[in-house]
């Protein structure tokens, strides 16, 4: 049976190419690097379309694709990554995926320990932590072109609880979510800043 899929709502239009905008000016999105998505149901997701401008998104640039099904062409090929973390976890309403050069340097140099650690920072209690003095694991995971096989080894080690919402492919950036497009952004910023300040730390070493 053909599977009737939804438009893409105005609002989450204007919430991806805005996280686009934001992400852009930084410099997270080069080369068209990186892919947006938020949840419009609990059966249908929209996604940044391939290679686009990540800083000029309108209504074209974004697919509405099933939750459920099989990846459509002309999405993301990062698109079963997004797919499977909401499939896992339905509280997630929004996923960022960006290309920071602390995210893609820090993942090549800890993807052998399987994390990054950031241990003592204020910055924790932005991503749901209760006090500074905290330690966070920001899992890494080996790159692999078959993205829907790496999908299913990063839910296998995530499942629907994850302690950090986010996570590293090595020598690629950093995956965020949360149940908002705002509280994404949020993750993202603050995932974003504890890599940087880490690589200073390990770099003044």
Not at 60 to 65: L, N
Request: glycine share 10%; proline share 5%.
């Amino acid at each position: 049976m053909t599977v009737v899929l939804p438009a893409v709502p105005s609002g989450i239009v204007e919430e991806i190419a805005a996280f686009g905008r934001f992400a852009a000016a930084r410099g997270w999105v080069p080369a068209t690097a990186g892919n947006f998505s938020c949840r419009i149901d609990e059966r249908f997701a929209a996604v940044t379309r391939s290679g686009i401008d990540k800083g000029a998104i309108g209504p074209d640039d974004i697919a509405v694709v099933a939750i459920g099904d099989s990846v459509p062409g002309g999405t993301s090929a990062e698109t079963p990554l997004h797919l499977a973390r909401y499939r896992t976890d339905p509280a997630i309403g929004a996923i960022f995926h960006v290309h920071t050069v602390a995210s893609t340097v820090l993942s090549r140099l800890d993807e052998a320990a399987g994390a990054v650690c950031t241990d003592g920072f204020e910055m924790h209690k932005a991503i749901g932590l209760r006090t500074h003095a905290s330690l966070v694991e920001i899992p890494v995971f080996a790159n692999d072109q078959d993205t829907e096989r790496l999908a299913a080894a990063v839910e296998m080690r995530l499942g629907r609880d994850a302690p950090v919402p986010g996570f590293l492919l090595a020598g690629h950036g950093l995956y965020a979510w949360g149940a908002t497009a705002a509280e994404a952004r949020r993750h993202v910023e603050a995932l974003e800043f504890l890599l940087a300040c880490h690589l200073e730390e390990r770099r003044l070493r």
